[in-house]
């Protein structure tokens, strides 16, 4: 369903009208197409859309909340909106943006817009197709898959924002099965972005067989302290983490690691760590966040130093800053809370960018990290993990053998503060990017 901007202006209007102070409208239609692949015939396919639109009001220092899937109930939704209002409770930081300018960012694709269903299924068909090929000792796929979509959102308040904006999504994913001589090894690879040029499905299906195959012939190693290499999609397994403590949400509600900790040194001195809702393409971007701030760059460390949280209009009042346009929605139905846009890590410096090959060779022994299971189970709060991983041991800056079944534990910000050098890899793995990540004095258990 197309939006029309005529329908966001009158449902501002009418609570207004009902007795609104300040009162905003979030609308969200979508269009997909998903296509899953098995021994190259079509498994699944399924075509979804929705629509839905929210109201947000606030009436006295009292915020009130309702949503819908059908236009034609925006009275009622607008009155149960206006009733929640008068049964919360008071918050003096409660608050809508002004009219800004929305930045220019390049998000919407017309060749995901218009794709058929038939280039679809050859997509992915490739995708599985370039599984097979790559080696001989792959033996099955998992989960060969695509996603197309389409998006259109509207955000109006009674401040002046007025945005109504396009944007398009492309994905793929795979996992790849290797086996020889009674072993069995399971890799995945994915990619995504705005721009169907950008997402190769062949390469996605090359890349997880080649990760599945290293990894045959995997064994156990003694526990050790050494250096480690984390390869780019663990480190932003990683970095999610550290997302996760970045959020002045989180900090206001005691639950961030950073909490207090602006202008301290809080990692390694060679990174930096960055906000970016502007990058062309990627899936954070756009050109305003979900409440109409318009998107911009923030840095968040730099030089190892933490210099600012991410923060929506309430989070910034709350706080007594300026909004980093980092409002984020998980749909229509949910109200703002903060997100990162792009998130990503990079060097300070190029002097500290090395290519991995090098940072392989550089190794006396260490461990090339590949998969790292339950990094979601480190303690946000404290930093602390222990996790299983796989991946490859290095001795004399050669690879010797694959390694099953490896732990290593720290605390998160004590293994970012031992980053000695990034890699020339920069990847994004749905809104979060980082390079592979040399990191020294790592525990490693068997």
């Known amino acids: ?26 609308i969200r ?72 300018t929305p930045s220019e960012v390049k998000v919407y694709d017309p060749l995901i817009a218009e794709l058929g269903e038939d280039e679809a299924i050859r997509s992915v068909m490739l995708l599985e197709k370039a599984v097979f090929e790559e080696d001989p000792r792959i033996v099955r796929t998992r989960k060969a898959s695509g996603f197309f979509g389409l998006y259109e959102t509207a955000i109006a308040n009674s401040q002046g924002v007025n945005v109504v904006y396009s944007s398009t999504s492309c994905s ?56 480690v290499i984390l390869d780019n999609s663990v480190a932003v397994d990683f970095l999610d983490i550290i997302a996760s403590s970045l959020s002045s949400e989180a900090v206001q509600k005691g639950k961030s690691l950073l909490a207090g900790k602006i202008g301290r040194k809080v990692i390694s001195p060679v990174v930096t760590v960055a906000d970016n809702g502007l990058l062309p393409g990627r899936l954070g971007s756009g050109p305003v966040d979900d409440e109409g701030v318009a998107s911009r760059e923030t840095e968040l460390v730099a030089g190892g130093v933490l210099v600012s949280y991410l923060y929506n209009t309430y989070t910034a009042r709350k706080g007594g800053v300026t909004s980093t346009g980092n409002a984020s929605r998980g749909g229509f139905s949910s109200l703002p809370s903060v997100g990162p846009s792009n998130l990503y890590l990079k060097a300070v ?25 339950g990094v979601h189970t480190a303690n946000p709060v404290s930093g602390d993990f222990s996790i299983g991983v796989t991946g490859l041991w290095v001795e004399k800056g050669e690879i010797r053998y694959p390694v099953r079944e490896a732990v290593i534990s720290g605390n998160i910000l004590g293994l970012f503060g031992n980053i000695d050098a990034v890699g020339d890899d920069l990847r994004f793995y749905g809104s979060t990017g980082s390079p592979s990540l040399l990191i020294r004095g790592v525990d490693i258990s068997a």
């Open 172 to 227: 793929g994913q795979v996992s790849a099965v290797a086996e020889e001589k009674g072993e069995s090894q399971i890799a995945g690879e994915y990619d995504a972005s705005c721009f169907l040029r950008d997402v190769s499905f062949e390469t996605i299906g090359a890349g997880a067989a080649r990760r599945a195959v290293q990894l045959l012939g995997s064994r156990k190693i003694d526990g050790c302290r050494a250096a």
């Open 349 to 373: 410096s190029l002097a500290d960018v090395v290519g991995v090959s090098r940072m392989i060779g550089s190794l006396d022994k260490g461990l090339v990290v590949f998969d790292a299971m």
């Open 29 to 100: 239609s979508s269009k997909g197409l998903s296509v899953e692949i098995k021994d190259q015939g079509v498994e699944t396919l399924k075509s979804s859309s929705g629509f839905g639109y929210s109201v947000r009001v606030i009436r006295d220092g009292r915020l009130g909340f309702s949503y819908s899937t059908d236009p034609a109930a925006c009275g009622s939704v607008v009155r149960e909106a206006i009733a929640a209002a008068r049964s919360s409770d008071p918050d003096s930081c409660l608050g809508l943006p002004g009219a800004g």
């Open 1 to 26: 369903m197309r939006i029309d901007p005529a329908f966001a202006e009158e449902v501002v209007a009418s609570a207004v009208r009902s007795g609104a102070d300040e009162a905003e409208v979030f």
